[in-house]
């Protein structure tokens, strides 16, 4: 099992700027080498109203821009809410950008009760995400909020 804990403090360590845009590039790449079985980490950023723009990722090239009404990026987006997603194929509108994704995790960045962007995890196995790894990877998200400063994108 993941120690979040852990993971949690040595990110802390990692990010010793405030600038958002180095911060975010390093968190996806820790997170692609310390949590297990992701075939994609990265950022989308609220840069454009209803619409989230590729941010700093590890990973396949992959799709952008997102709109808000499409996908999982984009109900994480609409909801403020983390969208965790066992199986990939039995959502209708998820946006396949590498057809090796079973499962996702995507998290909402909000800053000041406003979307600033989501962080998108994708899994090559199925039902990778628990909710021991969503609270782990929401708590890595508020590591990266608290050391950045996050100014509006859009
Ligand atoms: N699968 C996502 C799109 C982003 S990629 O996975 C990197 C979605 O349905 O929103």
Partial sequence: MTDYALLER????????????TNAAQTCAF????????NWAGFYLHRRPMT??????????????IPFDKGVCGAAARSHATQR????????????CDAASRSELVVPIIVDGRLWGVLDLDSPSPA?????DQAGIERL?????????LPRLD
């Fill in 141 to 149: 998200v508020d590591t990266f909020v608290a050391a950045s400063d």
């Fill in 128 to 132: 990778r995400f628990s909710a021991a």
């Fill in 85 to 96: 997603v066992d199986d990939v194929h039995a959502v209708a509108d998820h946006i396949a």
């Fill in 10 to 21: 040595q990110l802390a360590a990692l990010l010793d700027t405030r600038d958002w845009l």
């Fill in 52 to 65: 989230l723009v590729l941010g700093p990722f590890q990973g396949k090239p992959a799709c952008n821009p």
């Fill in 31 to 38: 997170v692609m080498q310390e949590v297990g079985e992701l």
